[in-house]
């Protein structure tokens, strides 16, 4: 089954299509990851990268981002419709930091304990929240997950106090 | 008794900033509400779900498109019947009483009072929404008399409700929320004083001469002439209903209907919901009824793979929304509205398979399989229309300008055919600039500027190809200047 039957995306199928980093570039720094497997006509990625890190020729391809010129600041991750940039940095030791759109309530914060849910939505562990900022309401938070997460974790969910 | 209440006080993305409070009467009781409120939604709000009763069996009619499409909520309203609530806004003192089946129009209050204005203008744009603001501010900018009239009394059509950011190219609004394009160009349009604005103001049909009857409702209703050298229609599209057990029951809702409730008027349209079809449309509204704090149980596809775009379905996937396909709706269970309802797998010849139902206890069953020209302003008029699945329906046949068969009359948006909000503008952008010529004004410039467009649209934007099955809908119906012709004198088929 692809991901258009299951409404998730396996690495495997990320990786066919070109689409995971250079295991070297992630271990070097942050950088992000497009999930945007299908052609849609749409290229705000392009125009808000402020390296011009992010490629497309036609406004329905599949963006390419060159991990050379992408340091993972962010910028694009709460400005991307679709959701679909995930920032991973695995240059640090034992933790793997994801930064991730998130636009529900309670507001994220520093420090706060999630719940770290998988593409399937399923809950794979509790991750602290290290950063967290917005753009037009829709925050970037930064999460750190255990390291052998770092290509499952897709979402949190914060518990209501 | 303390009515219940399902306004949304917190909210992720929106600030529902209510107006002044105003009181008005639903059979006998008060009810409290805020201006900016269509009836309906401040009823909703305090708990009511029953707006109708069908004429034979007096089952329960509740709310469905929320959008003055369809007939569900038809009540009188100060003594006037088939009055769509939905689009109807509260007023101090008003008197509402449920209809309860079909009209007494004969002791209806007659309106005697109803005055008749005569306003001529270059350009008559039917419709508010992301193709008629586009297409009105365009031709403004030009310098172009125009009228524009909304049957809703708030512009922005369906973008007042959108919250999530738009796709598409950033000169078109790409990344910007949609009740924000709204409030944007809705802003614009009180900049010209070379439009004029009727809000209201449903056109009900168009006569000899290119004049557009609008009939404009509330306190002071106007029967509006509108002799225009030009007409825009730009009326939308309704959601399509589905067959099955129980489908009348309120509850079952279009799932723009529910969009209309939370994001509009930030009332929470229930607890717990099931949605069919995995269009964009249910996939977006799945997510944001997610972020107005309903579970979304499951979202059910007849086809065996999702309808919209893969991102949109990742979002819910992964907060934990099933997607069932092959699986589609059977019944809906319940007396005065949902409590339960049921699912079921299907096969690949689309007949549901033994021993497979599913059972969901949820108040909201919400369709969205599609959506369907609204056209009945062309047909009136008498445009030569055809037939298009891909199209949603049935369209008018036009010209690359956008000009359909009746000289002047130009289409835009999703009444040419289903598709979104940014080829919308687009189209909007077309016919206002074909009008522009029509009119006279502008010349060269506005020429080479229609050729871009065209070009971006056809052989860039629409080559997509998760949009070419729109595109090849839109190439059955339009055609030549020269085609066009033919048609006009029957000699084209």
Same mark, same amino acid.
């Given at each position: 089954?692809?991901?258009?039957?299951?409404g998730?995306?396996?690495p495997?199928? #990320?990786? /066919?299509? =070109?689409?995971?980093?250079?295991?070297?570039?992630? @271990?070097?720094? &942050?950088?992000?990851i497009?999930?945007?497997p299908?052609?849609?006509p749409?290229?705000?990625?392009?125009?808000?990268c402020?390296?011009?890190?992010?490629?497309?020729?036609?406004?329905y391809?599949?963006p390419?981002?060159?991990?050379?010129?992408?340091i993972?600041?962010?910028v694009c991750?709460?400005?991307?419709?679709g959701?679909?940039?995930?920032?991973?940095? #695995?240059? /640090?030791? =034992?933790?793997?930091l994801?930064?991730?759109?998130? @636009?529900?309530? &309670?507001?994220?914060?520093?420090?706060?304990?999630?719940?770290?849910?998988?593409?399937r939505?399923?809950?794979v562990g509790?991750?602290?929240?290290?950063?967290?900022?917005?753009?037009?309401?829709?925050?970037?938070?930064t999460?750190?997950?255990?390291?052998d997460?770092?290509?499952?974790?897709?979402?949190?969910?914060?518990?209501?106090k | 008794?303390?009515?219940?209440?399902?306004?949304?006080?917190?909210h992720?993305?929106?600030?529902?900033?209510?107006?002044?409070?105003?009181?008005?009467?639903?059979?006998?009781?008060?009810?409290?509400?805020?201006?900016?409120?269509?009836?309906?939604?401040?009823?909703?709000?305090?708990?009511?779900?029953?707006?109708?009763?069908?004429?034979?069996?007096g089952?329960?009619?509740?709310?469905?498109?929320?959008?003055?499409?369809?007939?569900?909520?038809?009540?009188?309203?100060?003594?006037?019947?088939n009055?769509?609530?939905?689009?109807?806004?509260?007023?101090?003192?008003?008197?509402?009483?449920?209809?309860?089946?079909?009209a007494?129009?004969?002791?209806?209050?007659?309106?005697?009072?109803v005055?008749?204005?005569?306003?001529e203008t270059d350009?008559?744009?039917?419709?508010?929404?992301?193709?008629?603001?586009?297409?009105?501010?365009?031709?403004?900018?030009?310098?172009?008399?125009?009228v524009?009239?909304?049957?809703?009394?708030?512009?922005g059509?369906?973008?007042?409700?959108?919250?999530?950011?738009?796709?598409?190219?950033?000169?078109y609004f790409?990344?910007?929320?949609?009740?924000?394009?709204?409030?944007m160009?809705s802003?614009?349009?009180?900049?010209?004083?070379?439009?004029r604005?009727?809000t209201?103001g449903?056109?009900?049909?168009?006569?000899?001469g290119?004049?557009?009857?609008?009939?404009?409702?509330?306190?002071?209703?106007?029967?509006?002439?509108?002799?225009?050298?030009?007409?825009?229609?730009?009326?939308?599209?309704?959601?399509?209903?589905l067959d099955?057990?129980?489908?009348?029951?309120?509850?079952?809702m279009?799932?723009?209907?529910?969009?209309?409730?939370?994001?509009?008027?930030?009332?929470?349209?229930?607890?717990?919901?099931?949605?069919?079809?995995?269009?964009?449309?249910?996939?977006?509204?799945?997510?944001?009824?997610?972020?107005?704090?309903?579970?979304?149980?499951a979202?059910?596809?007849?086809?065996?793979r999702?309808?919209?775009w893969?991102?949109?379905?990742?979002?819910?996937?992964?907060?934990?929304?099933?997607?069932?396909?092959r699986?589609?709706?059977?019944?809906?269970?319940?007396?005065?509205?949902?409590?339960?309802?049921?699912?079921?797998?299907?096969?690949?010849?689309?007949?549901?398979?033994p021993?497979?139902e599913?059972?969901?206890?949820?108040?909201?069953?919400?369709?969205?399989?599609?959506?369907?020209?609204?056209?009945?302003?062309?047909?009136?008029a008498?445009?030569?229309?055809?037939?298009?699945?891909?199209?949603?329906?049935?369209?008018?046949?036009?010209?690359?300008?956008?000009?359909?068969?009746?000289?002047?009359?130009?289409?835009?948006g999703d009444?040419?055919g289903?598709?979104?909000?940014?080829?919308?503008?687009?189209?909007?952008?077309i016919?206002?600039?074909?009008?522009?010529?029509?009119l006279?004004?502008?010349?060269?410039?506005?020429?080479?500027?229609?050729?871009?467009?065209?070009?971006?649209?056809?052989?860039?934007?629409?080559?997509?190809?998760?949009?070419?099955?729109?595109?090849?809908?839109?190439?059955?119906?339009?055609?030549?200047?020269?085609?066009?012709?033919?048609?006009?004198?029957?000699?084209?088929?």
């Amino acid at each position: 089954m692809s991901y258009k039957e299951k409404g998730y995306i396996t690495p495997e199928e #990320l990786e /066919k299509l =070109g689409l995971l980093p250079p295991r070297e570039r992630l @271990e070097k720094g &942050p950088v992000v990851i497009a999930e945007c497997p299908e052609e849609i006509p749409c290229n705000i990625c392009v125009h808000v990268c402020p390296f011009k890190a992010i490629r497309m020729d036609k406004i329905y391809e599949i963006p390419r981002i060159d991990w050379d010129k992408c340091i993972g600041c962010g910028v694009c991750v709460p400005q991307c419709p679709g959701q679909a940039l995930f920032v991973v940095d #695995l240059s /640090k030791p =034992g933790q793997a930091l994801i930064t991730l759109p998130y @636009e529900f309530l &309670p507001r994220p914060e520093k420090g706060m304990w999630v719940t770290l849910l998988n593409r399937r939505g399923e809950p794979v562990g509790e991750g602290v929240i290290v950063k967290a900022w917005q753009h037009d309401r829709t925050w970037a938070v930064t999460v750190s997950v255990p390291k052998d997460k770092w290509l499952e974790v897709r979402a949190i969910w914060i518990p209501e106090k | 008794m303390v009515l219940p209440d399902y306004r949304i006080y917190e909210h992720p993305i929106l600030d529902f900033k209510r107006g002044r409070r105003v009181k008005f009467y639903y059979r006998d009781k008060v009810i409290e509400a805020y201006e900016g409120e269509s009836i309906l939604a401040a009823l909703y709000a305090v708990g009511y779900r029953v707006f109708n009763r069908s004429p034979k069996l007096g089952l329960p009619r509740g709310a469905y498109c929320m959008i003055g499409k369809c007939s569900s909520c038809l009540s009188v309203v100060d003594g006037v019947p088939n009055t769509r609530i939905c689009v109807e806004p509260v007023r101090e003192g008003i008197h509402v009483e449920p209809q309860e089946g079909l009209a007494d129009i004969r002791r209806a209050r007659r309106q005697e009072n109803v005055e008749t204005i005569r306003v001529e203008t270059d350009l008559l744009v039917v419709g508010g929404g992301p193709a008629g603001l586009k297409a009105a501010l365009v031709a403004a900018e030009h310098g172009a008399d125009v009228v524009l009239v909304n049957d809703h009394f708030v512009l922005g059509g369906q973008l007042v409700k959108q919250t999530h950011k738009f796709f598409g190219s950033r000169d078109y609004f790409g990344g910007t929320r949609g009740f924000r394009i709204a409030e944007m160009l809705s802003k614009k349009i009180k900049e010209y004083n070379n439009i004029r604005v009727y809000t209201n103001g449903f056109a009900y049909g168009y006569f000899k001469g290119g004049v557009v009857g609008v009939a404009v409702h509330g306190e002071h209703p106007l029967n509006l002439l509108v002799k225009a050298k030009t007409v825009i229609a730009a009326p939308g599209a309704a959601e399509k209903g589905l067959d099955f057990e129980g489908n009348y029951l309120p509850g079952v809702m279009g799932a723009g209907g529910a969009q209309t409730l939370m994001n509009q008027y930030g009332v929470r349209p229930g607890d717990k919901a099931v949605v069919i079809g995995s269009g964009n449309v249910g996939l977006i509204i799945a997510y944001q009824l997610l972020q107005a704090g309903v579970k979304v149980e499951a979202l059910a596809e007849i086809l065996p793979r999702i309808g919209g775009w893969f991102v949109h379905a990742a979002k819910i996937r992964r907060l934990g929304v099933k997607i069932l396909t092959r699986h589609s709706i059977v019944r809906a269970i319940g007396t005065e509205r949902v409590e339960k309802a049921v699912l079921q797998a299907y096969d690949e010849h689309f007949h549901p398979i033994p021993g497979t139902e599913k059972e969901f206890g949820v108040d909201l069953v919400l369709i969205s399989i599609g959506l369907q020209p609204d056209t009945k302003f062309f047909a009136q008029a008498g445009a030569v229309m055809k037939w298009v699945p891909e199209a949603g329906g049935l369209v008018p046949i036009r010209t690359w300008g956008q000009e359909t068969s009746v000289e002047n009359l130009f289409v835009a948006g999703d009444a040419s055919g289903i598709e979104e909000a940014t080829t919308a503008f687009i189209e909007g952008e077309i016919a206002a600039l074909s009008a522009l010529l029509k009119l006279g004004i502008g010349g060269k410039e506005v020429e080479e500027r229609r050729g871009k467009l065209i070009d971006f649209l056809w052989n860039e934007y629409r080559m997509a190809p998760v949009v070419r099955r729109a595109r090849e809908g839109k190439l059955k119906v339009t055609v030549s200047e020269e085609e066009m012709e033919k048609i006009r004198i029957g000699e084209y088929t």
